[in-house]
């Protein structure tokens, strides 16, 4: 019987196989050139961004890294693989961070101009970042000749350092970090507690790059190329793992809310007043007044401490003594007010926690130190003649560092202002633990963006971290208390006028493994991955 002719013109079998998909889409992402591929990349970062709080689309992460790992297969020298990572990274800065620009619009008359300006050099310049990833991973890969499963660990590896570097350097800037899109779920976090948000962000890259090996062969019937297809399935799951790993922790840590410390009911005051009116003249007391009526409302009675946000009280407190004392009339008895407010004179002014006792008199005291450029102060001021976005004449002082809060009534908090509630390791000072994290922050400047979300998402994975209960209280939202497994245990939502009544979380029993080690779990992290690569170049040569 003899054999059917061969079409010559007929296409390979792998290529109608369903199996060839990725490889095709692969070539085909590889093969532009121009603009498109620049494009492209950009499209891919901004796919990143609906990742992140509120949306939480995790499996968009996989488009984005699995692309642009193909869109680094076309790339001829460095540049055109570094302006691939910048692309990709402005893509995905500009879309995660476009909430900055509403800052410029609360005093629009003075800074509406700046804007794009803004919003354009931000994201530019955090997009440096992901480009200093890329161009490592294309160079290293390059140079070693690694298979796709290695070249996506180091990838991840590489992401990671960055990340890392973003959060110090120039004072540090960790927002979005990748490990943060899993905030929304408790299960996710606990490994946090293990390796911070850094461990979630090597794993999380890891997995969602992965499928990048599957359009990196020409057969997808060859035995390897089922090999690459285990890695996808062990970089998922891998996750699943984590996952499972956070539910068997979850499930033997308490019901959420029993565990309290006796005696401490806490009252979060969240007013809403929108930051245009704010800092108004004629509106300032009665913006005080609105704050004392609802600190001293139904159920004030059983609480023990009232917690207002930062800056609630747009005055000099400590040269008010007049309003100190009629702020006493929110202070519980024996318990103690604590409110953002600035303090200073006309030559220094510093952004403030104060704790004020039934008599006005402050008590305690935590100066904020890690300011925000251009916000509350103006770097190179003698050579960049611009003002800054918060009011006042003179730039805000920074405090001498992370203290202690003692409270009467009630364990020692460790004060954070604003976006200092961001930094990994970077939350408890040295020495005798806190009994939990008290951040005081005022989101008002970003409206109804997803800003307000992803300050909470992040400040949540510090809860984690520490094994501290986070007491966070924002003057438009996200006002919360979440435990130190990362659960939510009351909140209320942006822009919602009204008060939380919480008994305060205990922290978990021991310390962490985090808490000992810190932000060096990251070289630790980059061990592994090290260790990993050489495994995956023999497993794929």
């Known amino acids: 019987m003899t054999k059917p002719a061969v079409d010559p013109t007929a296409a390979p079998r792998f290529l109608t196989d369903w199996r060839a998909v990725p490889v095709r889409l692969a070539q085909g992402v590889a093969a532009l050139r121009g603009w498109r591929r620049y494009l492209l990349a950009m499209a891919l970062g901004a796919c990143a961004t609906l990742a992140f709080a509120p949306m939480h689309l995790v499996p968009f992460l996989v488009p984005a890294f699995t692309g642009l790992l193909w869109l680094l297969d076309g790339a001829r020298r460095p540049r055109e693989a570094a302006a691939l990572g910048w692309c990709f990274g ?25 804007l794009p300006v803004a919003v354009g050099a931000m994201g530019g310049g955090m997009a440096l970042f992901p480009a200093l990833s890329v161009l490592a991973t294309w160079t290293i890969c390059r140079r070693w000749g690694l298979p796709g ?60 790059a992965a499928p990048a090996v599957l359009g990196e062969v020409s057969d997808p019937i060859h035995a390897r190329a089922r090999g690459r ?27 959420v809310g029993e565990a309290v410390v006796e005696g401490v009911r806490l009252r979060l005051v969240q007013a809403s007043i929108e930051q ?37 009280v747009p005055f000099l407190l400590d040269q008010d003594e007049g309003l100190r004392r009629y702020l006493g009339r929110a202070v519980p008895p024996g318990g103690a007010l604590v409110t953002g407010a600035p303090r200073g004179n006309s030559a220094q002014v510093w952004n403030s926690i104060l704790a004020l006792d039934t008599q006005g008199r402050m008590t305690a005291r935590y100066d904020k130190h890690h300011l ?20 006042g004449n003179i730039d805000f002082t920074p405090g001498p560092g992370l203290d202690i809060m003692a409270l009467p009534g009630a364990p020692p908090a460790s004060p954070l202002v604003c976006y200092e509630i961001i930094f990994p390791g970077q ?23 997803i800003g307000p979300h992803q300050h909470f998402s992040s400040a949540r994975l510090r809860a984690v971290e520490e094994g501290l209960p986070l007491v ?9 208390v979440v435990d130190g497994y990362g659960r939510v245990i009351a909140r209320l939502g942006l822009n919602e006028v009204g008060v939380l009544d919480v008994d305060l979380p205990s922290p978990v029993l021991g310390k962490n493994l985090f808490v000992l080690v810190g932000n060096w779990s990251v070289l630790f992290l980059i061990f592994c991955t090290t260790i990993a690569l050489f495994v995956l170049r023999r497993l794929f040569p």
């Open 472 to 480: 966070r209280a924002a003057n438009t939202g996200v006002s919360a």
């Open 90 to 114: 402005f893509g995905h800065m500009a879309t995660g961070l476009y909430w900055v620009g509403l800052a410029f619009l609360v005093d629009a008359e003075r800074f509406a101009a700046l």
């Open 427 to 449: 939350v408890v000072p040295a020495g005798p633990r806190p009994g939990w994290l008290l951040n005081l922050t005022n989101d008002a400047w970003f409206g109804t963006s």
């Open 149 to 208: 499963p290695a070249r996506v660990l180091v990838l991840a590896g590489f992401w990671l350092a960055v990340e890392w570097v973003r959060s110090w350097v120039l004072t540090g800037f960790p927002w979005n970090l990748v490990g943060n899109v899993w905030s929304f779920s408790p299960e996710m976090l606990q490994i946090a507690a293990l390796g911070g948000v850094w461990i979630l962000s090597l794993l999380t890259v890891l997995a969602a």
């Open 229 to 255: 297809g285990r890695f996808v399935a062990v970089a998922l799951g891998i996750l699943i793992a984590v996952w499972l790993g956070g539910a068997w922790r979850l499930a033997g840590a308490p019901a």
């Open 372 to 391: 925000v450029p251009f916000g509350e102060y103006v770097p190179f001021r003698t050579i960049l003649p611009i003002e800054r976005l918060a009011p």
């Open 276 to 312: 245009s009116l704010k800092w108004e003249p004629s509106l300032r007391l009665g913006n005080m007044r609105r704050q004392v009526g609802l600190s001293v409302g139904p159920g004030f009675e059983k609480v023990t401490h009232v917690i207002w946000p930062e800056t609630a």
